[in-house]
């Protein structure tokens, strides 16, 4: 080989000597490709070829050869030179080389940081040339590790993607382009929509969060509200409830009034489903803040302070419910509850009356609430106080027809007043619930022997109708001393028979038979 290569090198002088580059060129060609044989002699080989190269002629292939040999040796300043020679000479190449030509220069340039910017520009001009995505990918991805500026590398690799690759390819192009970019928020939409039905929760994720960040970095944090809601969405899937309502809960306080509203109540959905019940309760304040009217937030709210055991905490949420509540029946319902907790502490039984009082108030029949503030006032402290709910509930019964309820009114109401009054009290009931036994009762209690006699005795025959067995004797008797007393001849008469069915034996009768005789004499 050296007398082969010492011979070439003699033909080579003698051609160039003679003025015949063309000759000359082409016993360098060989010349290089035989030192190219031995890897001891690759440097002469490079400058064997760099002889050829002046000469001139044939310098297509003078660097092709020395593409091909600084690629051996690792000499990237020489491959490029020789490349962009190529290149710049691409018209006078077929079209397969010239591909070839401009992808292996663009796979170059984009290896190193200094030369990314002209290896989009070949790769661009590569593509052009001849589509080959697959590889233009490759080239880009790799790319990626070396621009100091990752932003025009990510546009390309999208326009690569979007025209020649599929949806994998084109998912990883945007992702890239929204990490190292800020792109608008419709290309990170367009991102997550393709994230999500290709299956890549991760990466839809990452996706969203982007979105969020670069929203808030910018003029309009709003801007990111959908990314907002789209990952409370994600994070709930995936059982992540706390991260779930935090996200519901930057959403909401960002969104207008209207979109607020059900943001701020999922949020509380979600932190309870959590168990962070602290963060629901804060969650339901803040929708109640702008809208203290929604049932169903205070609702929700006041159920979880229920479970939650604080009772100063329900006490207020209990007050400002009522407040804010639309419906009377519901704000009953809600003072009722506090009135009976306020109950459990006697500390707090002024509190009590004035809730039960309000019940009244709106909504006089409440039964319960009657019922529970009778019981609380003091028939001597709270007389006054007493005795006007005591008339109040007596009409309201009269009003229904309840005549038990009325009946055990009058009685408690007769206790508190005078005598005249309570008659008064019980003749009123007897009324509308003639047939009360108690009530007939205690008006033969209230009535006068003698300033009401006559009334006593019908009262007690009235009464009479209702007893049985002893009492119902006992009862008779009675009525026949008030006839007697009353000094009613005929009445007298009806008295002896009504004992007469019950006892005819008994002593009273002649007596009264003796007295009613005597006033048939004196007729």
Not at 427 to 433: N, Q, T, V
Request: proline share 3%; charged share 35%; hydrophobic share 45%.
């Amino acid at each position: 080989l050296d007398r082969y290569a010492a011979s070439l090198g003699g033909l080579v002088a003698t051609a160039l000597g003679a003025g015949d580059g063309v000759l000359g060129c082409t016993l360098l060609l060989r010349l290089g490709e035989l030192h190219e044989m031995d890897p001891a002699r690759l440097d002469e080989a490079q400058a064997t070829y760099a002889r050829a190269e002046d000469t001139g002629e044939n310098l297509l292939e003078v660097w092709r050869r020395k593409a091909r040999l600084a690629a051996r040796r690792g000499d990237r300043a020489t491959q490029l030179e020789a490349l962009r020679k190529l290149v710049d000479a691409a018209s006078e190449l077929e079209a397969g080389e010239r591909a070839d030509t401009l992808y292996a220069l663009a796979e170059l340039e984009l290896r190193a940081s200094e030369t990314v910017e002209p290896g989009l520009a070949s790769l661009a001009l590569a593509m052009d040339n001849e589509a080959r995505p697959a590889r233009a990918v490759a080239l880009l991805r790799a790319a990626l590790d070396f621009a100091v500026d990752a932003e025009p590398v990510a546009r390309l690799y999208e326009s690569v993607a979007r025209e020649h690759g599929d949806d994998a390819t084109l998912l990883d192009a945007l992702t890239v382009l929204c990490s190292s970019t800020r792109p608008a928020q419709a290309v990170l939409r367009e991102a997550v929509d393709l994230a999500e039905r290709r299956e890549a929760e991760g990466r839809a994720l990452q996706l969203l969060e982007r979105a969020v960040v670069l929203a808030r970095e910018g003029v309009d944090a709003g801007e990111g509200l959908w990314a907002m809601q789209r990952l409370v969405d994600a994070r709930e899937r995936r059982g992540e409830m706390r991260a779930a309502a935090s996200w519901a809960r930057q959403a909401a306080e960002l969104a207008s009034a209207d979109e607020s509203a059900p943001l701020w109540m999922r949020a509380a959905v979600l932190a309870t489903r959590a168990g962070d019940l602290d963060a629901a309760i804060d969650c339901y304040e803040k929708r109640l803040a702008s809208d203290p009217g929604d049932a169903t937030a205070w609702a929700a709210m006041l159920s979880i302070l229920r479970d939650a055991g604080d009772g100063q905490r329900l006490d207020a949420a209990l007050v400002k419910a009522v407040e804010a509540g639309h419906d009377p029946r519901e704000r009953n319902e809600l003072r009722m509850e506090r009135a009976r907790r306020l109950l459990e502490d006697a500390a707090k039984r002024s509190d009590a009356l004035d809730t039960l009082h309000a019940v009244l108030d709106e909504q006089p029949d409440h039964t319960e609430a009657a019922g529970l503030l009778i019981g609380l006032l003091d028939p001597e402290g709270d007389r006054d106080d007493l005795v006007a709910l005591l008339g109040r509930r007596l009409e309201v019964a009269e009003e229904r027809g309840d005549a038990n309820v009325g009946a055990s009114l009058a009685l408690r109401l007769a206790d508190l007043l005078e005598p005249a009054a309570a008659l008064d009290v019980i003749r009123g009931a007897l009324r509308w619930a003639p047939s009360s036994v108690p009530l007939l009762r205690r008006r033969v209690e209230l009535l006068d022997p003698e300033l009401e006699a006559a009334e006593r005795a019908d009262a007690i025959e009235q009464l009479l109708e209702h007893e049985r067995g002893d009492a119902r004797r006992d009862r008779a008797l009675e009525l026949l001393r008030a006839r007697l007393a009353a000094g009613d001849a005929d009445a007298v008469e009806r008295a002896i028979e009504r004992v007469r069915e019950i006892d005819p034996s008994h002593p009273a009768v002649a007596t009264a038979l003796a007295w009613l005789a005597d006033a048939k004499v004196a007729e």
